[in-house]
Nanobody
Framework: QVQLVESGGGLVQAGGSLRLSCTAS????????MGWFRQAPGKEREFVTS????????YYADSVKGRFTISRDNNKNTVYLQMNSLKPEDTAVYYC????????????????WGQGTQVTVSS
């Protein structure tokens, strides 16, 4: 089991940028596929992006492709989510998640979750 702590959320105007960080402890970070998910009020949690254990493979939801970038630093036990060209519809609580093994898209395949960080994009 790994503990995850997200940071970097906040309020930003449409078109702006934010970078989220998620730092892991209690496990061998490089053995975990990592993902970012988000949940807007009244909506189900949805997949945003994921990254392989080495960082060489990434996958994005169509809604964020070309605007968001996931990366990781295994030396710092941290995964990042760079969010550019933000839109009001990106407003949500963003969660990072970890699973031992390959990266995945389904939230059901992730075992460990952070507490979430709020991102609010104003129009």
């Amino acid at each position: 089991q790994v503990q995850l702590v997200e940071s970097g959320g906040g309020l930003v105007q449409a078109g702006g940028s934010l970078r989220l960080s998620c730092t892991a402890s209690g496990g061998t970070f490089s053995s975990y596929g990592m993902g970012w998910f988000r949940q807007a009020p009244g909506k189900e949690r949805e997949f945003v992006t994921s990254i392989s254990r080495s960082g060489s493979i990434t996958y994005y939801a169509d809604s964020v492709k070309g605007r968001f970038t996931i990366s990781r630093d295994n030396n710092k036990n941290t995964v990042y989510l760079q969010m550019n060209s933000l839109k009001p519809e990106d407003t949500a609580v963003y969660y990072c998640a970890a699973r031992q093994g390959p990266y995945a898209i389904s939230s059901y395949l992730y075992n460990d979750w952070g507490q979430g960080t709020q991102v609010t994009v104003s129009s």
